[in-house]
């Protein structure tokens, strides 16, 4: 009389034929999109990171529109960079911040082996992560990106007059200010793979997305844009600003630049995650 | 509607309403001023957009599963000890034509300078409950992983069916496994977590729904992990184990935690599914629940096999003796020493005998008019015969408790 329903039930075929690749990515992209989208914790923050990056977006630019027009000021407003300022501080740090645990929490939590033993093909399951997370970041950075575009030219209308999108360099400067998101939420996945520890992991994406930037002003006059041009904040400034400074690359030499961080993170995951045990 | 996908419109309208107004914008404007190459990224903006839509609101596809035969009566639920579920959902079984064995063959997995598995070879054979016993530190866990293709082997191979696990490209489906209960995300559900899981090997919701039902967790599939006791951890492991239905199980002290009604269920569990023909490796530390549960053992020590017997062979082979009390002790003890036994007074009072059966015991007693108050056989339990068996290759052993508790009173 033990479990007579287990019994009863015919036995069957096998699992069936193989899934075609395709179907393969999307299964992964699809689990990984769930284990993103199910975690309150992660809508609250990019909530809040949101609601912060735009109430300061409206305060920058209030500062700016208040400020003295005509006179001493050597530079006029740059009112391109100036719509990413708090886009730049608020919310790239959370964005990288939780793409980083994308990785470290499973390791954290030991949900890693179910990951792989559910997928033991290491590299899909860093591929569908970065897909997940690099879109997500993508979608959310170019959604605020325009949102605060947007919100900076209506309050600098009445002094400075605001930019329209068709002004040269606008709608690139608002592209890639998204991209930028992107591109260290990709670097922030690189380092939480390597890394799998997330205090460290987050010290090293901060590094490559903040830090390298500020040791290279200090370094004296030609070799802190010589150096600099290749860290991920002066090639993002060099998306987004319509006096560029000489020295710095070109909106497209930044764009390779932007693209090699995060390509070289998730380079260093793919060889380190099928050669380590989990 | 699914939940989560109202979210998921108002996301995509607001982002939609952004690029009708960057056009409104761009049209007020002076437009011919855009550069031409300026559209197309624009338009490839709205291509993440459409694939997040089509994962979040793609259409699921369950697995192909067996037609429904008749539902299961009411009473096999009680059957299975699924409390709080009133009926028992029907769980179509997939089982490969072919029986599936797991081959361990001269496995040796090093951690530096440690041997934490050192030239192991054992199969587990379908159709019956392999317990996989060990001291703390004797590789169980290790070899776990290397078969799970989760650490490389030193050297040696561990195939399931013949094929490393890196192989399968759905493994779910053919081996469940459960290495540790605790090892589950606490801020998402339950039903999340086994969602994600099934989704990454084509399992549909529907499925995820019975294991739910299965093992009782239904009625908290939405609450957070992390507010699980380590029993429902435990179930919801032994779900995320069944969700393709597998013919193989592979468990790492699953019975951690759970109460006794839970035990005698997921006993129950192993014992129906090993009687279908599935592989079924269970370790544990509970050996009265071994002795119960495994058809056969597995016995490693120090990384190395110890014991690849049958549960009732193991059990019976060790030691076994006759207790018997009498008012004369002396008298019988004198007889049976002179019969050839091995005689050793109880604690308890009365003798221990070896060498001799009862019967053989009581017919001397009677024949020399020597009363007998108690007289019974004492088989070794699966315990002792463990202890017995890898009292040498222990790597933990405890201390006496006494002197500790001592200095601990000294010092306060």
Redesign the interface.
């Given at each position: 009389?033990?479990?007579?329903?287990?019994?009863?039930?015919?036995?069957?075929?096998?699992?069936?034929p193989?899934?075609s690749p395709l179907?393969?990515a999307?299964?992964?992209?699809?689990?990984?999109?769930?284990?993103l989208?199910?975690?309150?914790?992660n809508r609250w923050t990019l909530g809040a990171a949101a609601a912060v990056t735009l109430v300061l977006t409206a305060v920058v630019a209030a500062s700016f529109a208040a400020a003295p027009h005509s006179g001493q000021r050597a530079a006029p407003v740059d009112r391109l960079a100036t719509s990413f300022l708090a886009f730049a501080e608020y919310l790239v740090l959370p964005v990288t911040v939780l793409s980083v645990l994308v990785f470290t929490?499973?390791y954290a939590?030991?949900?890693i082996?179910?990951?792989?033993?559910?997928?033991?093909?290491r590299r899909t399951v860093l591929a569908a992560k970065a897909a997940v997370t690099g879109?997500?970041a993508?979608?959310i950075g170019?959604?605020l990106a325009?949102?605060c575009f947007?919100l900076t030219q209506a309050i600098l209308s009445g002094r400075h007059g605001g930019l329209?999108?068709?002004?040269?360099g606008a709608?690139?400067g608002v592209?890639a200010a998204?991209f930028v998101l992107a591109a260290c939420a990709l670097v922030g996945v690189g380092a939480g793979a390597v890394l799998r520890h997330t205090a460290g992991a987050i010290a090293a994406a901060v590094t490559v997305v903040y830090l390298l930037a500020v040791l290279c002003l200090v370094l004296p006059a030609p070799w802190n844009l010589r150096l600099g041009r290749f860290t991920l904040p002066f090639a993002a400034y060099a998306e987004v600003t319509a006096h560029p400074p000489a020295g710095l690359f070109s909106p497209w030499l930044s764009l390779l630049v932007l693209i090699a961080w995060p390509a070289a993170a998730l380079l260093a995951a793919a060889v380190v995650l099928t050669r380590r045990?989990? | 509607m699914r939940p989560?996908s109202g979210a998921a419109i108002a996301v995509v309208a607001?982002?939609l309403a952004?690029v009708v107004?960057?056009l409104v914008?761009?049209s007020?404007?002076?437009?011919r001023?855009?550069?031409k190459w300026?559209w197309a990224?624009?338009i490839c903006?709205t291509i993440?957009?459409g694939?997040?839509l089509y994962?979040?609101l793609?259409k699921d596809r369950t697995?192909?599963a067996?037609p429904d035969?008749a539902p299961?009566p009411d009473v096999?639920a009680g059957?299975?000890g699924v409390h709080s579920s009133p009926a028992?959902p029907?769980?179509?079984?997939?089982?490969?034509?072919g029986p599936v064995q797991i081959d361990v063959d001269g496995l040796t997995k090093r951690f530096g300078p440690v041997t934490a598995v050192d030239d192991l070879s054992f199969a587990v054979r379908p159709g019956r409950v392999t317990g996989f016993l060990g001291p703390n530190g004797a590789g169980k866990s290790t070899t776990l992983?290397v078969i799970?293709?989760?650490?490389?082997p030193t050297s040696g191979t561990a195939l399931v069916g013949g094929r490393r696990?890196?192989e399968?490209?759905?493994?779910?489906?053919?081996v469940g496994?459960l290495?540790?209960a605790?090892?589950?995300?606490?801020?998402?559900?339950a039903w999340?977590?086994l969602?994600?899981?099934?989704?990454?090997?084509?399992i549909g919701q529907r499925r995820v729904r019975e294991v739910l039902e299965l093992t009782g967790l239904e009625t908290v599939a939405s609450r957070r992990i992390g507010e699980f006791s380590l029993g429902m951890k435990q179930r919801l492991g032994i779900a995320?184990a069944l969700l393709?239905n597998p013919?193989v199980l592979l468990l790492d002290e699953p019975a951690n935690g759970l109460d006794p009604e839970g035990i005698r269920w997921f006993r129950?569990?192993l014992?129906?599914?090993a009687?279908?023909?599935r592989t079924i490796l269970v370790s544990s530390h509970l050996m009265s629940e071994m002795a119960q549960t495994a058809d056969h053992l597995i016995i490693i020590g120090r990384g190395r096999l110890l014991a690849d017997v049958a549960t009732e062979q193991f059990v019976s082979g060790t030691s076994h003796d006759v207790l018997v009390q009498s008012p004369s002790a002396g008298e019988l003890a004198s007889l049976l020493t002179a019969s050839g036994a091995v005689v050793a007074p109880e604690n308890g009072g009365g003798l221990a005998v070896t060498g001799m059966n009862a019967a053989a015991v009581g017919d001397l007693a009677v024949s020399h008019g020597i009363a007998v108050h108690q007289l019974v056989t004492r088989h070794g339990s699966l315990e002792e015969a463990y202890l017995a068996l890898t009292g040498a290759s222990t790597d933990y052993r405890a201390g006496s408790p006494l002197p500790e508790v001592q200095t601990a009173r000294a010092a306060r």
């Open positions: 009389m033990t479990a007579p329903q287990l019994q009863a039930a015919k036995p069957a075929g096998t699992a069936g193989a899934p179907v393969r999307r299964d992964v992209l699809a689990s990984e999109w769930t284990k989208s199910s975690l309150r914790s929490s499973e939590s030991g949900l082996r179910t990951t792989f033993t559910a997928v033991p093909q879109a997500a993508l979608v170019e959604v325009f949102a947007f329209s999108l068709a002004h040269p709608v690139r592209l998204g045990d989990v | 989560g607001v982002a952004f107004y960057c914008d761009l007020r404007a002076r437009v001023n855009l550069p300026a990224p624009i903006l993440p957009w694939g997040i994962l979040i793609g697995t192909p067996v035969p299961p096999t059957a299975l028992a029907h769980i179509p079984r997939r089982i490969p034509a992983r799970l293709g989760l650490d490389a696990y890196q399968f490209i759905r493994p779910l489906h053919e496994s290495l540790d605790t090892a589950v995300p606490a801020g998402r559900a999340s977590h969602r994600a899981i099934a989704q990454s090997n084509g995320a393709a013919p129950q569990l014992q129906a599914m009687a279908e023909g």
